[in-house]
């Protein structure tokens, strides 16, 4: 069979167009393929020579014995969030409200309120992620015009028993521990 939409589907159905043609029977299974046994045996004689390769580590694969080890991020990981602080210690955020709009998980939530400097317009009386909605893209990060929260912690760490330990406030967020 030759043409342009002529195509082998395995080694006995040729296809072309809307017609399916059989050329050759499958080969007809034998008595001890038909009852699975030696198949089964074979399959976990495969699986059990995996096991033992993987167990001595025949195949030379570097393993990282985690937690007691921890393997270094590059250098563009992206880690937990940290608001950074003025030089007076208070946060440089002023509450523009730019990182939560451009968040595509609307997992950021701030309260804005008056700054008592009058040269600053507001702060942040609350600034909350929820890091089980974050997806890490880094939006916030960019959208940010006065650099006041950065993703280069390297802290990847993030598990915790409940949700409300996961949504990170203001305090937490200043700490920037682990911060590069
Ligand atoms: S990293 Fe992305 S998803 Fe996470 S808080 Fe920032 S903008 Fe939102
Ligand atoms: S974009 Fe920056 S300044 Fe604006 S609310 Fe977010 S962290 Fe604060």
Do not use: Q
Not at 21 to 48: A, C, H, Q
Not at 138 to 165: F, H, K, W
């Amino acid at each position: 069979m030759e043409g342009p939409d002529a195509s082998c589907i395995g080694e006995y159905i040729y296809y072309r167009g809307d017609n399916i043609m059989l050329l050759k029977s499958p080969k007809k299974l034998s008595f001890w393929e038909r009852t699975y046994i030696v198949e089964i045996l074979k399959g976990l004689g495969v699986t059990i020579s995996h096991l033992l390769r993987s167990f001595w580590n025949m195949n030379g694969r570097p393993t990282v014995p985690y937690p007691d080890v921890k393997r270094k991020s590059p250098e563009r990981f992206r880690g937990r969030h940290r608001l950074m602080r003025r030089e007076d210690g208070s946060p440089r955020c002023v509450a523009c409200m730019c990182c939560p709009t451009a968040c595509p998980a609307d997992c950021i939530y701030i309260v804005a309120g008056e700054h008592p400097d009058p040269k600053i317009e507001k702060y942040p009386v609350s600034f909350e992620i929820d890091i089980l909605r974050c997806v890490f893209c880094g939006l916030c990060v960019e959208a940010c015009p006065v650099d006041a929260i950065r993703m280069d912690t390297g802290i990847y760490e993030m598990s915790d028993y409940t949700r409300r330990d996961l949504i990170y406030d203001k305090e937490y967020l200043l700490k920037g521990e682990g911060a590069k």
